[in-house]
């Protein structure tokens, strides 16, 4: 076995010892469902899952689900798998480990970082509860990958959501979305990628949304700018 092998196979029993460890406790979270079509003729549907774990712990993934046809067949993986801790109980930061899935061959990712929860920070986090507005960035600080050597600073990501005047309308109108700012070097010269989603989003019926969003992903030679829309399913617990 493989030293990638062995670190996605502890990786997996790191997920499943937290979540046992943490089961006879009230976690919070949520299980979140997205179906869109992109304008650029494809078919993505994506699930993001949250669980707020005991002794400061936080589980996090996304996974994109895509094909490159107008219809339903949904072929490439994209998955980001994130074991986030909170260095106290009263902190805005976070240590951060990301393990990243893509499909092919030998191009997974590790990532190590910290996470600042801007919109937690005690100076300004009344102003930013008075807004309705939630923003933290994750610079991820090194990198792994199989049969290259490690890499620091490649990733800085940065997520917010806002929710438009959430007493008049009941919180059923929110804008929310992420900006990765993507770091490389191609022959001594520094090359900068970014990967954006801006979503807007209405509740229509409980916790059933209908959404939109703008996309860009300059890792795409072309047609790297495109817009999603579709329904977005929350189950909270």
């Known amino acids: 076995m493989d030293v990638y092998a062995a670190m996605k196979q502890i990786f997996g029993l790191l997920i499943l010892s937290l979540f046992f460890v943490s089961s006879k406790a009230q976690n919070t979270g949520f299980l979140d469902f997205n179906g869109y079509y992109d304008t650029r003729s494809e078919s993505v549907m994506t699930l993001n899952i949250l669980a707020n774990m005991e002794n400061r712990f936080q589980y996090f993934s996304l996974s994109n689900f895509q094909g490159h046809e107008p219809s339903s067949e949904l072929e490439d993986l994209y998955s980001e798998q994130n074991i986030r801790w909170r260095i106290r109980d009263t902190s805005s930061f976070d240590l951060t480990l990301q393990y990243v ?53 490649t990733l800085i990501e940065h997520v917010y959501r806002l929710n438009i005047a959430p007493k008049k309308l009941n919180n059923r109108l929110y804008i929310g ?57 929350k189950i909270k617990f």
Do not use: C
């Open 177 to 233: 979305g992420f900006w990765d700012e993507a770091f490389g070097n191609v022959d001594g010269k520094l090359i900068f990628n970014h990967v954006t989603e801006h979503q807007l989003g209405i509740r229509m019926y409980k916790e059933l949304y209908a959404v939109t969003e703008f996309r860009i992903n300059t890792f795409l030679p072309n047609n790297n700018i495109g817009l999603g829309y579709g329904l977005e399913y």
């Open 101 to 153: 899935l893509r499909g092919g061959a030998k191009n997974d990712d590790w990532r190590l970082g910290f996470r600042w929860t801007v919109s937690s920070f005690k100076p300004v986090q009344a102003f930013f509860k008075k807004i309705n507005f939630r923003y933290s960035f994750n610079p991820m600080m090194i990198q792994f990958r199989e049969s290259t050597d490690p890499k620091f600073l």
